[in-house]
């Protein structure tokens, strides 16, 4: 196309009538999504300083944090191929009953709930104050 048939086009274009808002198909208004559960920041710096202390001892390897519209979920695995060890969840509709945090482990079993998330980690922790001692 050379420059003239360029503002030809336009030209053809421009003389167009603007499509009015009235011609446009009316669609009813959608609702708002819904906002999905997360963890904040404080939240996250608290399981990231445990994570970063086990993947430093070897335990732990890879992680993935899942935003539903219910809960959120931080899982924790071994390896990347694998199934979660253990998945640290937060269900704010259990925040006034049992507590909004859990930890999961890899059968299903609750380790551990309860309203504060460091105590809930704890469960987590190697209990250093265990050695084996020689006879």
């Given at each position: 196309?050379?420059?003239?048939e360029d503002d030809s086009f336009l030209?053809?274009?421009?003389?167009?009538?603007?499509?009015?808002?009235?011609s446009a198909p009316s669609l009813p208004?959608?609702?708002?999504?819904?906002?999905?559960?997360?963890?904040?920041?404080?939240?996250?710096?608290?399981?990231?300083?445990?994570?970063?202390?086990?993947?430093?001892?070897?335990?732990?390897?890879?992680?993935?944090?899942?935003?539903?519209?219910?809960?959120?979920?931080?899982?924790?695995?071994?390896?990347?191929?694998?199934?979660?060890?253990?998945?640290?969840?937060?269900?704010?509709?259990?925040?006034?009953?049992?507590?909004?945090?859990?930890?999961?482990?890899?059968?299903?079993?609750?380790?551990?709930?309860?309203?504060?998330?460091?105590?809930?980690?704890?469960?987590?922790?190697?209990?250093?104050?265990?050695?084996?001692?020689?006879?």
């Open positions: 196309m050379s420059d003239t030209s053809e274009n421009a003389r167009q009538a603007p499509v009015s808002p009235r208004p959608s609702p708002p999504p819904k906002p999905l559960v997360s963890f904040n920041r404080r939240e996250l710096d608290t399981i990231l300083r445990l994570y970063g202390r086990m993947v430093a001892d070897g335990e732990w390897r890879d992680y993935a944090i899942d935003l539903l519209k219910d809960r959120a979920v931080f899982s924790v695995f071994r390896r990347s191929s694998e199934m979660p060890l253990y998945r640290i969840e937060k269900d704010p509709k259990l925040a006034r009953r049992q507590g909004a945090y859990s930890v999961v482990a890899a059968g299903g079993m609750i380790l551990k709930r309860g309203q504060d998330l460091a105590q809930v980690l704890k469960v987590l922790e190697k209990k250093k104050h265990l050695r084996l001692v020689d006879a």
